[in-house]
């Protein structure tokens, strides 16, 4: 059971360049999500997902596409690469029975080893 | 959106019990409270999570204030590899957001 693959660990690109950061889980978890950590701070949601088809921003999604065609992956992309992109990148999935402050609540967050990317 | 505050930074020795504090005034009577870790150089880590009654683990235990406005996650012998930022959060009552903040950053002494 490999939980949540992310791939590439790292990753180094010119402004101006796109890539995408991919995040892969084989839990058949419903609820998918990215952060971005930049040095010494906490985690701030980009976007997430509760399901196949269906995606919502987080508190940054500004630079940031996803989309979710299967269960299994909830690929992040960079159209055009910005210095300020520069962090490391996690992604999370989950359970999702429901909405948070309801049964959802209690669903945990399993996180991947993180993505770092260098934009320069 | 409740809310949590935690100390920035504590110190304990090894060995020693911790108890790490979180401050959650404006939580409401369905959310539940979570307590994630993340080890140095690693993707965040689940610990623990409650609702109204304390909860034990193999690797903590969370106690939830009678009026839930606070909660402390207690690691009974803190170890070396016990070394981390913990962070407590609620998932936003009525969407699927987990939002984290800074939290605090434990340093375990030998």
């Known amino acids: 059971n490999a939980g949540v693959t992310q791939t590439p660990k790292f990753q180094v690109l010119k402004t101006g360049q796109s890539m995408t950061l991919q995040c892969a889980q084989d839990m058949n978890h419903e609820y998918m999500s990215w952060y971005r950590q930049d040095p010494g701070m906490g985690l701030r949601l980009i976007h997430y997902s509760v399901g196949a088809g269906i995606t919502d921003q987080g508190e940054v999604p500004n630079g940031y596409n996803v989309s979710r065609s299967t269960t299994e992956d909830f690929p992040l992309r960079l159209l055009s690469a910005a210095p300020s992109q520069t962090s490391v990148y996690f992604c999370?999935?989950?359970?999702?029975?429901?909405?948070?402050?309801?049964?959802?609540?209690?669903?945990?967050?399993?996180f991947g080893a993180g993505s770092r990317l260098t934009v320069l | 959106d409740a809310k949590t505050t935690q100390p920035n930074s504590m110190e304990s020795n090894e060995e020693e019990p911790v108890h790490l504090p979180c401050n959650h005034s404006?939580?409401?009577?369905?959310?539940?409270i979570h307590w994630y870790r993340q080890l140095p150089s690693q993707g965040p880590e689940y610990v623990i999570h409650g609702l109204t009654s304390n909860v034990n683990n193999r690797m903590a235990s969370l106690a939830i204030a009678e009026d839930r406005k606070s909660s402390t996650l207690i690691l009974h012998r803190a170890t070396l590899r016990d070394a981390a930022v913990y962070y407590c959060i609620l998932p936003t009552s009525g969407t699927y957001k987990y939002i984290f903040g800074t939290g605090t950053r434990l340093k375990v002494l030998a």
């Open positions: 404006t939580i409401s009577g369905t959310d539940y």
């Open positions: 999370a999935s989950s359970y999702s029975s429901g909405l948070a402050g309801s049964q959802g609540g209690a669903n945990v967050l399993t």
